[in-house]
């Protein structure tokens, strides 16, 4: 039988390295062994009627088993029997009563009871029994964590601790149905593992004074601009009442560091061009409190290891600060157009390398009919508000390749595109496609009960414990492919 590996590196190998003791080395043949049975196929195993050929082998059966077959009570009920304090050699030697002898039996019966008194001082059960946690840790963080989150207590709890690569969520900037307070905005995070939304704390600076709909533009919604770059999300532009930029200088969110301000703008604004190349923020163009040609023509950089915005060569006009719109990081290039929609419009692409602004092919600007991002700054998408479709841009031949239609896409407002998945932000909600498998599947989120969506990103998760949330099947039917990657 072959050697169990996590990964590229074989498990055993990993162990060795931890432990380099001769016992372990015994106990390691042991545990990869073909004739090293964990469970068998007994009628009274109600996970499956085929044997286990070794512990490592019955984990990987089962966490990918269980996301074809949900668990059922009896299955929920043989699990936590067998997530207990065990020792895996004493299983095989019940097992293959020929192949043991009386001294192993009694060593046996010590490891059981020297684990039945560690366990007593440990406030949790152990990860996988018969392992120290932190190799646990190594197998586990190889699968993906929505098998793990439906699993045990221990393992919903290993996922969600700071120790375990965190998996990716979403961060949305929500509001309540339009009322005559024209409320402003709040910030959640919906973990798509447990199918939940949280609040994120509070900012240091209130978000009171930022509007999304003012009397004056009741057929129009006022525009708070947001991005990500390097796990963080950034609030940088918005208005308030009296229709002034809302903000003097960026808002910056880290899942695991909570906020902080960014450096100040020359000019703070609203109405800009915004985007992100290389881990870099650039903004362009926008108005102040009023309008300046020198702030409309505006280019400027920030580097999150600097703490200062650095201009950089202007636009050759202001035509850039009629409403506020995406600068899309696309191969090293930001690509954006100064109006939204169906409108007749101008496009233009500035080159991050050389500092230069060049005219956006004909027929890339034909296809900026709606929101567009680029997945990992590689691959275009963009979505017609008007018909509900999703395209994307095929540089070589400068045309958009239609992948999808859908009803739920028509007013789409803002997409996000990463590791596969593309979120679309429209008057149906949030829907989440993956255009990695054929045709391309659309999950919905359901959003927080009064609240509307006015955009969403891609982060890692917050690094906060679930222990409240009990297996079951609801979970499983409506979580939203385990993440996003």
């Not at 990716?168 to 009322?179: D, E, N, Q, T, V």
């Not at 390097?230 to 960026?250: C, E, K, V």
């Not at 070589?396 to 593309?422: H, M, N, T, Y």
Request: proline share 8%; hydrophobic share 35%; glycine share 4%.
């Amino acid at each position: 039988m072959k050697k169990a590996e996590i990964g590229t590196v074989p498990f055993s190998l990993t162990l060795a390295f931890h432990f380099k003791k001769p016992f372990f080395l015994s106990f390691l043949t042991h545990l990869t062994s073909p004739n090293s049975t964990c469970i068998h196929p007994q009628a009274n195993n109600p996970l499956t009627k085929h044997p286990y050929q070794t512990p490592l082998s019955f984990l990987l059966y089962l966490t990918s088993n269980l996301i074809h077959n949900p668990l059922n009570k009896t299955q929920k009920h043989f699990l936590m029997s067998y997530h207990t304090p065990i020792n895996f050699m004493a299983n095989s030697c019940t097992s293959s009563s020929s192949n043991c002898n009386p001294t192993s039996s009694t060593t046996t019966t010590t490891a059981i009871k020297r684990q039945k008194h560690h366990h007593n001082h440990n406030p949790h059960p152990p990860l996988i029994p018969g392992l120290p946690d932190h190799i646990a840790q190594l197998c586990l963080s190889s699968i993906n964590p929505s098998l793990l989150f439906k699993v045990c207590h221990s393992w919903r709890r290993l996922i969600y601790s700071p120790s375990f690569p965190p998996f990716l969520s979403l961060y949305a900037i929500l509001s309540p149905p339009k009322s005559h307070h024209f409320n402003s905005i709040q910030l959640h995070n919906f973990d798509p593992i447990s199918n939940t939304w949280h609040t994120l704390p509070p900012p240091p600076q209130p978000l009171h004074h930022i509007l999304l709909h003012h009397p004056s533009f009741l057929s129009r919604n006022l525009s708070v601009q947001s991005t990500t770059v390097s796990d963080n999300l950034i609030l940088l532009a918005a208005t308030t009442h009296n229709l002034s930029p809302a903000l003097s200088q960026p808002l910056i969110f880290n899942p695991s560091e909570g906020w902080s301000f960014g450096p100040a703008l020359s000019t703070p604004r609203r109405w800009c061009a915004l985007g992100t190349s290389n881990n870099v923020v650039y903004v362009a163009s926008g108005i102040g409190s009023h309008f300046f040609i020198e702030v409309a023509k505006s280019m400027e950089k920030w580097d999150l290891s600097k703490n200062n915005w650095e201009s950089k060569t202007e636009m050759k006009d202001g035509r850039f600060s009629r409403e506020a719109v995406d600068a899309v990081g696309w191969r090293g290039k930001l690509c954006m157009v100064n109006v939204k929609g169906d409108a007749a419009k101008e496009g233009i692409v500035y080159d991050v390398e050389e500092d230069t602004w060049k005219e956006m092919p004909e027929g890339m600007l034909l296809g900026f009919r709606g929101p567009v991002a680029a997945m990992e700054e590689e691959v275009m998408y963009v979505v017609d508000e008007a018909k509900g479709i999703l395209s994307r841009y095929n540089c070589e031949d400068d045309v958009w390749e239609e992948i999808l239609e859908s009803p739920r896409f028509k007013g789409a407002e803002q997409i996000v595109a990463k590791r596969g998945k593309i979120c679309v932000v429209s008057v149906a909600g949030i829907s989440v496609v993956d255009v990695e498998v054929a045709p391309p599947r659309i999950s919905v989120v359901e959003l927080p009960e009064g609240f509307e969506a006015v955009a969403v990103h891609i982060l890692p998760r917050m690094p906060y414990v679930r222990e409240d949330i009990e297996i079951n099947d609801l979970f499983i039917k409506k979580r939203w492919g385990g993440g996003i990657g």
